[in-house]
């Protein structure tokens, strides 16, 4: 099993970016998929997971500003941010639990004022 996140960039406050989460060796759509996110010196926290197609949950820190979203035909899972803030800043993962756990080497978002 392997995922691959990609995306992240350097945006201004307000702006957006779409990060996606490839995965091979597995069906994506059979799994339950997070996004979670790392700052510097703070924990990983969850910002949104997706079950089956429609079943999206989402971390209160980025509600509102984030939808998760599949394409099972590329077996990428989306997550889509708007008005991003400072405070977004970090590397995000995508993780799926299969027996045990299994991570990207995540990609970084850097949110400049």
């Known amino acids: 099993v392997q995922l691959v996140e990609s995306g992240g960039g350097l945006v201004q406050a307000g702006g957006s970016l779409r990060l996606s989460c490839v995965a091979s060796?597995?069906?994506?759509?059979?799994?339950?998929v997070g996004w979670y996110r790392q700052a510097p010196g703070k924990q990983r926290e969850l910002v949104a997971t997706i079950t089956g197609d429609v079943g999206a949950s989402y971390a209160d820190s980025m509600k509102g500003r984030v939808t998760i979203s599949r394409d099972n035909a590329k077996n990428t899972v989306y997550l889509h941010m708007n008005s991003l803030e400072p405070g977004d800043t970090a590397n995000y993962y995508c993780n799926v639990n299969i027996l045990r756990s299994y991570w990207g080497q995540g990609t970084q978002v850097t949110v400049s004022s």
């Open positions: 060796g597995i069906i994506l759509s059979m799994y339950t």
